[in-house]
């Protein structure tokens, strides 16, 4: 291949991911929020779980959650209907922030990875990951704060 074809090439490339990274991302199940505070819960609506394409209702397999009180955030995993798990996002390894990849917590830092259950599943962390206790109300979930 010359030069100028390489060239041509390239510039191809980057047109195209540039144009098929906003598609992409709108095919991920993951949702950053806001969740509202109140007292000493943090308020998730059920909502934010739906993805309706086409007339058909679809759920997300987690949320995000955030809000600038909370230091980390938090991951909300829809595990059924009727059951959420809600995990703090800090890694207990040396306290990174982990990222959500599918049923997967991921510390970038140095490998751990937890389950959607905050259960370690790879080290080197030892520690599962907080837990917060959740309840459905009003077609919201109500996450505690208060250390479990």
Excluded at 33 to 40: P, V, Y
Aim: aromatic share 8%; hydrophobic share 35%.
């Amino acid at each position: 291949m010359n030069r100028k074809d390489f060239i041509k090439t390239c510039g191809y490339t980057c047109l195209g991911s540039l144009a098929l990274g906003p598609l992409l991302q709108s095919c991920t199940p993951m949702k950053m929020i806001t969740g509202t505070i109140e007292g000493e819960n943090i308020l998730v609506q059920l909502s934010d779980f739906k993805i309706v394409k086409k007339e058909e209702v679809l759920f997300r397999k987690y949320l995000i959650v955030q809000n600038e009180l909370l230091q980390f955030p938090i991951c909300v995993y829809r595990v059924s209907e009727t059951e959420y798990s809600a995990l703090w996002m800090k890694c207990t390894h040396q306290g990174n922030e982990l990222t959500a990849f599918g049923d997967k917590l991921h510390c970038s830092a140095h490998g751990s990875e937890f389950d959607k259950h905050g259960n370690v599943t790879n080290g080197p962390a030892a520690n599962q990951l907080r837990t917060f206790e959740v309840i459905i109300e009003n077609e919201q979930l109500k996450i505690s704060l208060k250390a479990v």
